[in-house]
């Protein structure tokens, strides 16, 4: 059985700190693993999707990396705002397309 | 709007009444899936669906919960007799396919349900 395992729970960082968020996973018979960010009583915003095939995505000030091997993959916000303050989710995907999802790391971006 | 709807977006309910949970899938899309968030926890796997067919239901609680997705019109989730267990945020995902890995799930708002 799948779990996912998201360090630290919280963060809360000053603003313009480059910051790293952790996911584990215990099975590494995975399909891809998806970040989301989720904002407060809202949905979950897709941010970056990596293929089992790869070691990283990235996208804008975000950059994703996947070792397999190891069951990790890190998060890494680069040059942080307040408007990054949210919780961010990692999720692996399995070959029956549910996703597994970790509890979470609550961010918080102080001005 | 091309994102996934699913209404109504807060839903109130006394304990034994029964709750309807709507989702509309991106356009092209064929797969549904249903999540639940209790409070203070992730999010976990309820049903995965198909056009007229379940196919993995192993995360639905054994009574009072089915899901359906008809050919015509949204997929729904009902949750009989509720109980004040069932308070949480119920989240709908679709995929346009469930062959390709780099096929994101795409989420809508959600659905955050009440028990009284």
């Known amino acids: 059985k799948q779990e996912v395992t998201q360090i630290p729970a919280a963060l809360s960082v000053p603003e313009g700190e480059n910051l790293v968020l952790n996911c584990s996973f215990t099975d590494s018979a995975i399909y891809n693993l998806q970040w989301f960010r989720q904002d407060p009583g809202k949905g979950l915003t897709s941010l970056l999707l990596i293929q089992s095939s790869q070691r990283e995505q990235t996208s804008g000030r975000l950059n994703a990396s996947l070792d397999k091997s190891s069951g990790r993959s890190t998060l890494y916000i680069a040059a942080s705002q307040p408007g990054d303050s949210a919780t961010y989710l990692c999720a692996v995907g399995t070959s029956g397309s549910r996703l597994t999802f970790g509890e979470g790391t609550q961010l918080t971006v102080n001005p | 709007n091309a994102g996934v709807m699913q209404n109504p977006r807060h839903l109130v309910r006394r304990r034994g009444q029964e709750a309807r949970l709507r989702c509309s899938p991106m356009k092209g899309h064929s797969h549904v899936y249903w999540y639940r968030q209790l409070p203070e926890e992730g999010l976990k796997f309820m049903v995965y669906?198909?056009?007229?067919?379940?196919?993995?239901e192993s995360g639905m609680p054994k009574e009072r919960f089915s899901a359906e997705f008809p050919k015509e019109g949204p997929s729904i989730l009902r949750i009989q007799q509720v109980v004040r267990g069932d308070s949480a945020a119920y989240f709908c995902a679709s995929s346009p396919s469930l062959i390709t890995s780099n096929q994101p799930q795409h989420f809508g708002d959600g659905t955050r349900l009440s028990i009284l």
């Open positions: 669906l198909q056009k007229e067919n379940i196919i993995d």
